[in-house]
């Protein structure tokens, strides 16, 4: 991976995690009080935790983060509840659709500790990190959502 390359897809990643963040924190509020809430809110400071984390990679490696790329992710998420279940009202579909997506990016999030710890020896400022951890969370993540999904795919389909 070039240095070029790296930041992209950091970036790209950093971008994914906007989106990530601010659909989990539309579901919980639509679904204040209940359970998809109350199991969703602990995941998606998890994810805010390792955006956080994301972010310093890119302050260490001095690439910067893209602000095209963090509001194209923003303003997708905002385009996309027209879509989710095809309407703008909360429902079973439209949770699952979601949960869909974040589920998808966190396995998209595990494929990224994976890729940086094959390529840690080549950067300086990706050794220290505990990728393994890293992936590990983010694999428990997955299946917590997973889990949560196919609860929300009986209630829709």
Same mark, same amino acid.
């Not at 992209?8 to 995690?17: C, E, F, M, R, V």
């Not at 429902?91 to 890729?115: C, I, P």
């Not at 990706?126 to 969370?137: A, I, P």
């Given at each position: 991976?070039?240095?070029?390359?790296?930041?992209?897809?950091?970036?790209?990643?950093?971008?994914?995690?906007?989106?990530?963040?601010?659909? @989990?924190?539309?579901?919980?509020? *639509?679904?204040?009080?209940? $359970?998809?809430?109350?199991?969703?809110? $602990?995941?998606?400071?998890?994810?805010?935790?390792?955006?956080?984390?994301?972010? @310093?990679?890119?302050?260490?490696?001095?690439?910067?983060?893209?602000?095209?790329? =963090?509001?194209?992710?923003?303003?997708?998420? =905002?385009?996309?509840?027209? =879509?989710? @279940?095809?309407? +703008?009202? $909360?429902?079973?579909?439209?949770?699952?659709?979601?949960?869909?997506?974040?589920?998808?990016?966190?396995?998209?999030?595990? &494929?990224?500790?994976?890729?940086?710890?094959?390529?840690?020896?080549?950067?300086?400022?990706?050794? @220290?990190? +505990?990728?393994?951890?890293?992936?590990?969370? &983010?694999? *428990?993540?997955? +299946?917590?959502?997973?889990?949560?999904?196919?609860?929300?795919?009986? &209630?829709?389909?």
């Amino acid at each position: 991976m070039s240095r070029d390359a790296l930041q992209t897809y950091l970036n790209d990643h950093l971008a994914g995690s906007v989106m990530a963040i601010e659909l @989990g924190e539309r579901t919980i509020r *639509e679904n204040e009080g209940g $359970p998809v809430a109350a199991r969703l809110s $602990p995941l998606v400071e998890q994810i805010r935790e390792d955006q956080t984390v994301l972010k @310093g990679v890119i302050e260490r490696l001095g690439t910067g983060e893209s602000s095209l790329k =963090k509001a194209g992710a923003w303003l997708a998420e =905002k385009a996309g509840r027209v =879509k989710l @279940g095809g309407t +703008d009202e $909360p429902g079973d579909l439209s949770r699952l659709e979601v949960l869909e997506m974040l589920t998808t990016g966190v396995h998209g999030k595990r &494929a990224l500790w994976r890729a940086l710890r094959v390529v840690a020896v080549r950067y300086e400022e990706l050794r @220290g990190l +505990d990728l393994d951890l890293l992936e590990r969370r &983010a694999a *428990e993540q997955h +299946d917590e959502l997973e889990a949560m999904r196919l609860e929300a795919a009986k &209630a829709a389909l």
